[in-house]
């Protein structure tokens, strides 16, 4: 069993930034792929970023450019920086780690997931 705990959202201003924490427990994250998923109100929740145990990233579109997804196996936690926030990142961002490989941010390849840490992109 994992246990993921996210933290860093917050308010941030349009072109800003934040980082998000994902700390794991109960087993170490050293292979499971990890990702970001977030879900905005009324909407279904998307796939933001992803990285594999080799270090292999993905990003959704909306993202590319401007998030980075990190991961420090040492301290069992993964991070996503976020810069260049604009109102349309105001979501619930969650992670999720799960042994399935396959596509990044296929929702049924992820396990464990945390309680999901709100960011809100407002000026």
């Known amino acids: 069993q994992v246990q993921l705990v996210e933290s860093g959202g917050g308010l941030a201003q349009p072109g800003g930034s934040l980082r998000l924490s994902c700390a794991a427990s109960g087993n170490t994250l050293d292979d499971y792929p990890i990702a970001w998923f977030r879900q905005a109100p009324g909407k279904e929740r998307e796939g933001v970023s992803s990285?594999?145990?080799?270090?292999?990233?993905y990003y959704s579109e909306s993202v590319k450019g401007r998030f980075t997804i990190s991961r420090d196996d040492a301290k069992n936690t993964a991070f996503l920086q976020m810069d260049s926030l604009t109102p349309e990142d105001t979501a619930v961002y969650y992670c999720?780690?799960?042994?399935?490989?396959?596509?990044?941010?296929?929702?049924?390849?992820?396990?464990?997931w945390g309680q999901g840490t709100q960011v809100t992109v407002a000026s």
């Open positions: 990285i594999r145990p080799d270090g292999s990233t």
């Open positions: 999720a780690a799960g042994r399935r490989y396959g596509a990044p941010f296929a929702i049924n390849n992820y396990d464990y």
